[in-house]
């Protein structure tokens, strides 16, 4: 197909491709110390702070890590650029893709 | 009736009925035509009404009574379930992202079915999309106005009562209001829902003694509910991680949610959006499933799940926090219902007539306008009636509603919007085939081994969008007024 692809799409599949890639990493991050930590006898578990280790890692830190983390992937991966069908071309300052 | 307990959720409700009242305004001084006032809010809203509307219309009944109840029975284990949803906000806004919200005005879309009649150009596509949207969120809004009734019979008010003042609210400012109303009345809950959720976290771990002396507690009953496979075992791999396809990734297919990625102001709302939804999800999950499970450290010996929550508030909050915890559950139910109900609407109104049956009337704002409100409102009153007594086929239907609509709507809307040679053929059998394989395979889900029904659906709905895609010309047209 000849298409004269809308320029913004380029940056928008690759803010999309950060998005799934973080759902990824948190995906790592919350079983790994889930079943990581979690998977040995209740007997021999350590505690943070009242919880189980690996619930305060997986399920407390995971939500606090991942919270900020979303934040730094908008701040330094995202552009701002306008959506309007008149915005169309316009490459936004400071973005080389 | 407690009156402490009542204050707060008379408020609550007066605050929401004003809140209607005043996106009414707006719609009769709007410039904007009246289905893209009513229908998407003329695309204004910022970062921090999307982020919450976001949240809330995704939050229902199940994260706020039957979540945390499985939680208290289960144990931490069903935390851990819960929190597979922490990425839904930054992976929904994100990936669909900014493409969504510049094809959406590129193509003057106010609906999830106008992407998809201007993507597919297939009549078909659409009505099946319709249709089954109608179907589904009609079991879904009579399921949650059941929970909402049985809240207010918490506090002492009669089902029907409940039932009542429950339809009349939410019905009234969504018909009134639209999706100004939704919205706003949205972000009010979304308020309302964190503050009942500290609320009750906070009393929970108070009243049980500290983390401390409540862990040690639940030890001493099962130490099974201090790990991550719960009571029993009861939480095994394959069904948890099936919840990463249902609760995180499927809801990108939500119609509900997905509208919301077309309806922001600019780029930067949505950015913000991702930020504080992010934020808001996890606080949420985590602290309404952690007073599930440490509610049985504080107070043990409750059976029935679905009034685990409840029975908690009352017994551990003083009546007038219960009262501000209780108003949250009702937020969850609500902000779901309004979008579901305005979206049933927009399904009959902008997909259906004005789609394909008279066009025409898209310029005829007064009647649209007319339409639109009586539209809303009998939708309303006939899933109200519906509650009164439902009947099972409803109930039946409701099981698979979540899913049922990731199984019609995720392919189409994801490859439409990424893959050129996505074509009406591929769409259809993907849609086709998924309704169909997802509620036999819900019928014989034995034979999964704890595997839930919609992960080989969507397995087999992506093999069905590629083939059928593959066997149909391209769609050069469409393609182009979507790319270009």
Same mark, same amino acid.
């Given at each position: 197909m000849d298409i004269n692809e809308d320029p913004r799409y380029k940056l928008a599949n690759k803010e999309a491709f950060y998005s799934l890639l973080l759902t990824l990493l948190y995906f790592f991050w919350w079983y790994g110390f889930a079943y990581g930590l =979690? *998977?040995?006898?209740?007997?021999s578990y350590s505690f943070i702070m009242g919880f189980p280790s690996w619930f305060f890692w997986s399920c407390i830190m995971g939500f606090v890590v991942f919270s900020f983390a979303s934040w730094a992937m908008v701040k330094f991966f995202f552009k701002d650029i306008?959506? %309007? *069908? %008149?915005?169309? =071309?316009?490459v936004p300052e400071g973005e080389e893709g | 009736m407690n009156f402490q307990v009542a204050i707060p959720i008379v408020l609550y409700l007066a605050i929401v009925f004003y809140i209607g009242y005043l996106a009414n305004r707006s719609i009769a001084k709007t410039k904007a035509s009246f289905l893209n006032e009513y229908f998407?809010? #003329?695309? $204004?809203?910022?970062g921090f009404v999307l982020a919450m509307t976001l949240v809330a219309t995704y939050v229902s009944a199940s994260s706020f009574i039957g979540g945390p109840g499985m939680a208290y029975k289960v144990g931490l284990g069903w935390v851990l379930l819960a929190?597979?949803? /922490?990425p839904t906000a930054y992976l929904t806004l994100g990936f669909l992202g900014k493409k969504f919200a510049i094809v959406a005005r590129k193509i003057n879309a106010i609906t999830i079915n106008d992407f998809l009649r201007v993507r597919y150009e297939n009549a078909a596509v659409v009505v099946i999309a319709s249709v089954s949207l109608l179907i589904f969120f009609t079991a879904a809004i009579v399921a949650q106005f059941i929970g909402g009734a049985r809240l207010f019979e918490a506090i002492g008010v009669p089902y029907k009562v409940g039932l009542f003042i429950f339809a009349l609210t939410v019905v009234f400012y969504t018909a009134i209001g639209g999706f100004r109303a939704v919205v706003l009345t949205d972000a009010f809950q979304g308020i309302v829902m964190v503050c009942g959720t500290f609320a009750l976290l906070f009393g929970i771990i108070r009243a049980g003694g500290g983390m401390e002396a409540i862990s040690a507690r639940i030890m001493a009953q099962?130490?099974? !509910?201090?790990? @991550?496979?719960g009571a029993g075992g009861f939480v095994t791999k394959p069904f948890i991680l099936s919840f990463w396809i249902l609760v995180?990734? &499927? /809801?990108?297919?939500l119609p509900h949610t997905a509208v919301r990625c077309m309806g922001y102001k600019d780029s930067r709302s949505m950015h913000r959006a991702i930020v504080i939804g992010t934020f808001v999800t996890g606080f949420l999950m985590l602290g309404m499933h952690l007073a599930g499970a440490l509610g049985r450290g504080a107070l @043990? &010996?409750?059976? /029935?799940v679905d009034s685990v929550i409840p029975t908690l508030t009352i017994k551990i909050l003083p009546p007038i926090f219960a009262g501000i915890f209780l108003a949250g559950p009702m937020a969850s139910i609500m902000s779901t219902v309004d979008s579901q109900l305005l979206l049933a609407s927009a399904a009959i109104i902008n997909d259906l007539y004005v789609g394909?049956? #008279?066009?025409?009337?898209?310029? #005829?704002d007064s009647k649209v306008r007319r339409i639109s409100f009586i539209v809303t409102a009998l939708i309303g009153v006939i899933v109200f009636l519906v509650a009164l007594n439902p009947p099972s086929l409803i109930v039946w239907i409701n099981l698979f509603a979540f899913g049922g609509l990731e199984a019609v709507f995720f392919w189409p809307i994801v490859m439409g919007l990424y893959?050129?040679?996505?074509t009406a053929s591929g769409a259809l059998a993907s849609m086709i085939v998924g309704v169909v394989f997802f509620i036999l395979l819900s019928q014989y889900s $034995?034979? !999964?081994?704890? /595997?839930?029904?919609i992960v080989p659906t969507f397995v087999v709905t992506f093999v069905a969008f590629v083939i059928g895609s593959y066997m149909s010309r391209p769609s050069v047209d469409a393609v182009k007024k979507v790319w270009e």
């Amino acid at each position: 197909m000849d298409i004269n692809e809308d320029p913004r799409y380029k940056l928008a599949n690759k803010e999309a491709f950060y998005s799934l890639l973080l759902t990824l990493l948190y995906f790592f991050w919350w079983y790994g110390f889930a079943y990581g930590l =979690g *998977s040995k006898p209740v007997t021999s578990y350590s505690f943070i702070m009242g919880f189980p280790s690996w619930f305060f890692w997986s399920c407390i830190m995971g939500f606090v890590v991942f919270s900020f983390a979303s934040w730094a992937m908008v701040k330094f991966f995202f552009k701002d650029i306008p959506l %309007d *069908s %008149d915005g169309k =071309g316009t490459v936004p300052e400071g973005e080389e893709g | 009736m407690n009156f402490q307990v009542a204050i707060p959720i008379v408020l609550y409700l007066a605050i929401v009925f004003y809140i209607g009242y005043l996106a009414n305004r707006s719609i009769a001084k709007t410039k904007a035509s009246f289905l893209n006032e009513y229908f998407i809010g #003329n695309r $204004s809203m910022g970062g921090f009404v999307l982020a919450m509307t976001l949240v809330a219309t995704y939050v229902s009944a199940s994260s706020f009574i039957g979540g945390p109840g499985m939680a208290y029975k289960v144990g931490l284990g069903w935390v851990l379930l819960a929190m597979v949803q /922490v990425p839904t906000a930054y992976l929904t806004l994100g990936f669909l992202g900014k493409k969504f919200a510049i094809v959406a005005r590129k193509i003057n879309a106010i609906t999830i079915n106008d992407f998809l009649r201007v993507r597919y150009e297939n009549a078909a596509v659409v009505v099946i999309a319709s249709v089954s949207l109608l179907i589904f969120f009609t079991a879904a809004i009579v399921a949650q106005f059941i929970g909402g009734a049985r809240l207010f019979e918490a506090i002492g008010v009669p089902y029907k009562v409940g039932l009542f003042i429950f339809a009349l609210t939410v019905v009234f400012y969504t018909a009134i209001g639209g999706f100004r109303a939704v919205v706003l009345t949205d972000a009010f809950q979304g308020i309302v829902m964190v503050c009942g959720t500290f609320a009750l976290l906070f009393g929970i771990i108070r009243a049980g003694g500290g983390m401390e002396a409540i862990s040690a507690r639940i030890m001493a009953q099962d130490p099974a !509910l201090l790990t @991550p496979f719960g009571a029993g075992g009861f939480v095994t791999k394959p069904f948890i991680l099936s919840f990463w396809i249902l609760v995180c990734l &499927g /809801v990108i297919g939500l119609p509900h949610t997905a509208v919301r990625c077309m309806g922001y102001k600019d780029s930067r709302s949505m950015h913000r959006a991702i930020v504080i939804g992010t934020f808001v999800t996890g606080f949420l999950m985590l602290g309404m499933h952690l007073a599930g499970a440490l509610g049985r450290g504080a107070l @043990p &010996g409750i059976e /029935v799940v679905d009034s685990v929550i409840p029975t908690l508030t009352i017994k551990i909050l003083p009546p007038i926090f219960a009262g501000i915890f209780l108003a949250g559950p009702m937020a969850s139910i609500m902000s779901t219902v309004d979008s579901q109900l305005l979206l049933a609407s927009a399904a009959i109104i902008n997909d259906l007539y004005v789609g394909y049956i #008279n066009p025409d009337a898209a310029h #005829n704002d007064s009647k649209v306008r007319r339409i639109s409100f009586i539209v809303t409102a009998l939708i309303g009153v006939i899933v109200f009636l519906v509650a009164l007594n439902p009947p099972s086929l409803i109930v039946w239907i409701n099981l698979f509603a979540f899913g049922g609509l990731e199984a019609v709507f995720f392919w189409p809307i994801v490859m439409g919007l990424y893959w050129k040679r996505a074509t009406a053929s591929g769409a259809l059998a993907s849609m086709i085939v998924g309704v169909v394989f997802f509620i036999l395979l819900s019928q014989y889900s $034995s034979i !999964l081994h704890g /595997v839930h029904p919609i992960v080989p659906t969507f397995v087999v709905t992506f093999v069905a969008f590629v083939i059928g895609s593959y066997m149909s010309r391209p769609s050069v047209d469409a393609v182009k007024k979507v790319w270009e």
